[in-house]
């Protein structure tokens, strides 16, 4: 329905997140939708071009989505996933911000 009203030479970028590439219980419903995300944007990225088209999909960030964890809890998840990192800790949320700004603000990223 926005198609219409977008600018061709601008930018749509989706979010995602790592539940898409897990197997945990209680995110089917979540996982597909993030799922759906990934697939579909190198395809819309296609159909829609010029308009550029991205998705986000971060992995574990501290957000306030894990204060459904006890801070004993919480803090042994991060640390298990940030293990796991190359760079060896979770992401922040000003991460995820400063790469959906460079996917906005760069011409060729698509």
Request: glycine share 10%.
């Amino acid at each position: 329905a926005a198609l219409p009203t977008l600018n061709k030479a601008g930018s749509v970028t989706f979010i995602s997140a790592v539940s898409a590439q897990i197997a945990a219980p209680g995110v089917a419903g979540i996982g597909a939708i993030n799922g759906m995300l990934l697939t579909v944007a190198p395809i819309l990225a296609v159909e829609l071009k010029p308009l550029r088209v991205n998705v986000v999909a971060p992995g574990v960030i501290d957000t306030p989505w894990w204060d459904f964890l006890p801070d004993e809890q919480r803090r042994a998840v991060f640390a298990e996933y940030a293990g796991k990192t190359p760079v060896g800790r979770i992401g922040r949320a000003e991460d995820v911000a400063e790469a959906i700004a460079f996917l906005v603000s760069n011409g060729f990223m698509t």
